[in-house]
């Protein structure tokens, strides 16, 4: 689980955000900046980083805050798993990313996985809808994150790399390379092939 001053911060962030977003008041404002203020310093001393790269990140929220949302793809041939070597960190993970505005959790992923592996694949099943926090992705993110994980039908393409990816392979469930934990845990990877041989199985969720 993530620290608790982590899960104060966010909290005070958001705070800040929707106050920001919706008060006319100068007095109010003056009030939820000065709340923006201590989220950013709880951040960077946890973080140990700088307040005002920080204050940078928060700079870009607008609107009422909410999670962010980020889908994940599994796409299977011969009972393995396709997955993307991540550049940032030379681990493996099931292709995703943020989901864009304007586009359908399905066409996200089907983009995602085109975009980082090469590969064509048809969204067929929401297989489960997870907290990034609760299933105990490490290292924590400073926003609140919901992660969408879809069972996808080969349908064509092959093997390519991107700006984002260094490789793409199908692996067999007991032979998995280091995984980028920050974007799958083994046990998500091992949900993904149970929900491909049942498909009956229902979403979970949480």
Sequence with gaps: MEPRWLAW???LQAIAQNGLHYSDSEYERERYGAIGEI???MMAWGGETSVSKVK???ASEHGYATPKVDVRGAVF?????????????????LPGG????????????????????GFHAKAVKLAALHDRTVQGHQPPMPFHVYKLFFICE?????????HETG???FYAEDALPP???SRVTASQIALMFQHFRNRDLPTEFD
Excluded: N, Y
């Excluded at 991540?86 to 993970?93: A, K, L, N, S």
């Excluded at 080969?154 to 991107?162: I, K, R, Y």
């Design 56 to 58: 940078e990140l928060f």
């Design 167 to 169: 490789g793409a392979e």
């Design 9 to 11: 911060a966010k909290q």
């Design 98 to 117: 943020w989901a864009d505005p304007c586009e359908s959790p399905s066409l996200a992923v089907e983009r995602e996985i085109e975009e980082e592996s």
């Design 77 to 93: 041939r011969d009972d393995r798993i396709l997955l993307v070597k991540e550049m940032v960190d030379g681990c493996w993970t």
């Design 39 to 41: 989220a950013a310093e």
């Design 154 to 162: 080969l349908q064509g393409g092959e093997a390519a790399t991107s």
């Design 179 to 181: 995984l980028s934990h």
